[in-house]
């Protein structure tokens, strides 16, 4: 099963099934790409924790070591943006790269989460773009202008139950139709089950929380006016674009 | 003016008026000390922004450099504990610190907001104490075990407007009593106005955000049934407990 949130005509906000391009509420139904609607993103999440290289080919080529435990980072709820959205990246900056990722959808409160037991708070996955603006990240102990910006986290464009995402799910990247990043999900250095422990021994997750699992090579810079696709195998392609101010 | 949140005994949520230390709500007055109500963080932030070695002599205690921008770094809302909560700290970890810190609380939406106008978005100010989990903050590229972790951000016990609290307000701890911080709103190396314009560079903050400005020195490790009280003038004294399982 697939779900899209979205804004309908009248104003409402719904959650409705997705299916063949369309999304079902009641009696309605909206083609997903429609002027009728607006979609938003998939989950309201009170946090994103975010991943940092947990795939090797990532971490070699920013010249990093591959980390010992997962390295975290968060994205508040401002980073926020939808599929179809338009995100303004912060003004002045030399390189703000596009970043794939399988974003994990949390299902339920919870804490201390045995790694057996981790699949069972998952929701769903969704694409997650997590934007980085590689000026300010270089200089920052923690990663705020660089990582927590406005925009700086477009996921959508809907929430995929666990069954429809293949555990070798690839995660890609488009800028303007042209192929930049082809991972696989088997690719992660920490997986899901390992990432959920590890958050949960600290802060508790709350259903709607998304986790960004990471991102594999191919990052690249983004220029105003290009159109960036995220593609989850069993998800969907999130698309949105980017401007320059 | 001064305001606190509560839990009423019939269980419902209430932001009150308080004065000399009791918290009115319609025709009702409680005690704030009182076991009838339940006292909630005054605010309730989408984040808690916070700041870095914003005082010299604390940057000094730590051997770290006195940053030439604000170093910024993140509390999501799992962090949140209030008044008279008993925090239950990270286990197994050598040194959790206290970090008195003046926290201000934002009224209204608002991005790009220049220093000259900065405090016509501050709806006022409260105490946070900044907790700091110093075992894993020196391992991390991003402070997330350190400080983000359930309970790492008391806040309280009360909202007060802008008018209550001097320009040279002072920030204290004192655990179990005895007084370990003791510095003043003056000495901030960035002050608010300046803090407000650069986090609205990059992020949007919300009503009821908070931005915890950075700690004085003298900031120190916490025990097992230590009581911590953060006193900020004109606001009062946030009081919580710690257990170390």
């Not at 719904?14 to 429609?34: I, K, M, P, Q, W």
């Not at 959808?105 to 708070?121: K, N, T, Y």
């Amino acid at each position: 099963m697939k779900y899209a949130r979205f804004r309908d005509p009248a104003g409402a906000v719904r959650r409705g099934e997705y299916e063949n391009g369309a999304v079902h509420f009641g009696t309605e139904s909206y083609d997903l790409e429609s002027d009728e609607i607006d979609v938003l993103p998939p989950t309201e999440p009170s946090k994103i924790v975010c991943i940092g290289r947990n795939y090797a080919d990532h971490a070699a080529e920013l010249d990093s070591e591959v980390p010992d435990r997962p390295l975290l980072f968060l994205k508040p709820p401002n980073a926020l943006a939808a599929h179809g959205d338009t995100v303004t990246l912060p003004a002045g900056k030399e390189r703000i790269d596009h970043e794939a990722e399988l974003g994990v959808v949390i299902g339920e409160q919870c804490r201390h989460v045995a790694e057996a037991d981790a699949m069972d708070v998952v929701e769903g996955f969704t694409c997650v773009n997590d934007l980085s603006n590689r000026d300010d990240q270089r200089q920052e102990q923690n990663w705020v202008r660089g990582k927590a910006f406005d925009g700086a986290a477009p996921i959508g464009p809907v929430l995929a139950t666990p069954d429809e995402v293949p555990a070798d799910a690839s995660v890609q990247t488009r800028v303007n139709g042209e192929l930049k990043q082809d991972g696989s999900r088997e690719q992660l250095i920490f997986p899901i089950p390992e990432l959920i422990a590890e958050i949960t021994t600290y802060l508790t997750l709350e259903p709607g929380d998304v986790i960004a699992t990471g991102t594999p090579e191919g990052v690249g810079p983004l220029s105003d006016g290009d159109t960036v696709e995220i593609e989850v195998e069993g998800v969907g392609t999130l698309e949105h674009s980017v401007r320059i101010p």
